[in-house]
């Protein structure tokens, strides 16, 4: 059983526009969540996190929003780059044991010039 | 600080060998992970350690042992190695939980098992 999902395999935008990655989750022990962005041949690269006593939390173009009550996060970038085509991962772990996490499927992003 | 090292880059296997995957930090984290990559699953836990000496398993453990001697080193063996296990590994290392610290990954292993 999926416990992170991402339901979006991929997601094109023009630059300048925002991407909204989404993220669901089933497990309501998860506390922590956190973005990752993953070039090809490459091992993923943290991006953005959150707690889940906040429902925001933003760093420069990237936000993220927690809703809890729909356990449902999504990633916002604004304004998109062509340099964040990648694919991104969401994960999750329960008492921030960043040791376990649980990742979504990954969500592919092009952002057209 | 070379992060988390990963050996060897890519592999070819036959079915039935047996091989093991390198990992190693130097940031002197407790945490250490293996996860494996495959298309349309995301990345999927195999093993992980919350300090030298101890392991536990992850979503997908069978097929894999581990062991953790020193806070630097992972290692992840494969003692029978199946086609299903042609995947992309990726070890990843972080800090206790309680400083809410990210993983920080290495640049992964690309086994292929025939």
Redesign the interface.
């Known amino acids: 059983d999926q416990q992170?999902k991402?339901n979006s395999?991929s997601l094109s935008v023009q630059e300048g526009r925002i991407s909204i990655l989404n993220c669901d989750y089933t497990n309501s022990m998860f506390d922590?969540f956190?973005w990752?962005k993953k070039y090809p041949?490459?091992?993923?690269?943290?991006l953005i996190?959150i707690?889940s006593i906040k429902d925001k939390n933003e760093d420069g173009r990237f936000t993220v929003f927690l809703n809890k009550s729909a356990k449902h996060l999504s990633l916002h970038i604004v304004p998109s780059q062509p340099g964040d085509s990648a694919v991104y991962?969401c994960?999750a772990?329960d008492?921030?044991?960043?040791?376990?996490?649980?990742?979504?499927?990954?969500t592919t992003l092009q952002v057209k010039p | 600080n070379a992060g988390v090292t990963q050996t060897p880059k890519f592999q070819v296997l036959k079915t039935g060998q047996s091989m093991t995957l390198q990992c190693a930090q130097d940031m002197n984290h407790e945490y250490m992970s293996w996860y494996r990559q495959d298309p349309g699953m995301g990345l999927r836990l195999i093993h992980y350690s919350v300090g030298a000496g101890i392991t536990d398993q992850g979503e997908v453990p069978n097929g894999y042992n581990v062991s953790r001697s020193t806070t630097e080193d992972f290692p992840l063996r494969l003692l029978s190695a199946a086609p299903s296990q042609t995947s992309v590994y990726f070890c990843a290392s972080s800090r206790p939980s309680w400083e809410q610290e990210t993983q920080y990954f290495g640049p992964g292993t690309r086994l292929l098992v025939l």
Do not use: D
């Open positions: 992170v991402q395999p922590y956190l990752y041949a490459e091992g993923p690269t943290f996190s707690s991962f994960a772990s008492s921030g044991n960043t040791g376990k996490l649980i990742f979504g499927q990954g």
